[in-house]
């Protein structure tokens, strides 16, 4: 991909997607201090909204590859932020819930996250909040469309 042509949708899409990563980065940096990535953040979020819950539906509740999910989730177990059991109904499945030491950690990450998105969207006054939100609004509309 190239944007030597000077065109305006790529020059600010590919200008988009590196910013994304930047404030990827700056939020992992901020959370690691809780034990978590934003990516592992994302995973507790979800199963304190679920509770206990299958692998598989943890899965395409995030959105994320299967394999992916099974790692993050031997992870955040082996840190002792979740738990595997047998899912009753069927033994060869897995449900994922989250401990209290998740918890603490969910806690802990989004406090540090809330505050870095403080730090980054404060610069912005409301109007440019405002008109920020409706262009995040046609983009994420437009991408549900195409995918």
Not at 57 to 84: H, I, N, W
Not at 101 to 117: D, Y
């Amino acid at each position: 991909m190239t944007v030597a042509d000077g065109s305006e949708p790529e020059r600010l899409g590919l200008r988009y997607l590196v910013l994304a990563q930047q404030v990827r980065k700056v939020l992992d940096k901020h959370m690691v201090s809780s034990g978590l990535s934003l990516a592992r953040w994302k995973v507790l979020e979800v199963l304190e909204g679920t509770g206990s819950i299958r692998q598989t539906a943890l899965a395409q509740e995030l959105g994320f590859a299967p394999r992916s999910v099974t790692q993050a989730v031997e992870s955040l177990a082996s840190d002792g932020l979740v738990e595997r059991t047998p899912d009753p109904d069927d033994g060869r499945a897995k449900l994922v819930a989250l401990t209290d030491e998740g918890a603490a950690a969910l806690a802990a990450g989004t406090k540090a996250g809330e505050h870095m998105l403080r730090q980054i969207f404060g610069a912005l006054d409301r109007k440019q909040l405002a008109r920020l939100d409706e262009i995040l609004r046609v983009i994420d509309d437009t991408t549900g469309e195409l995918s």
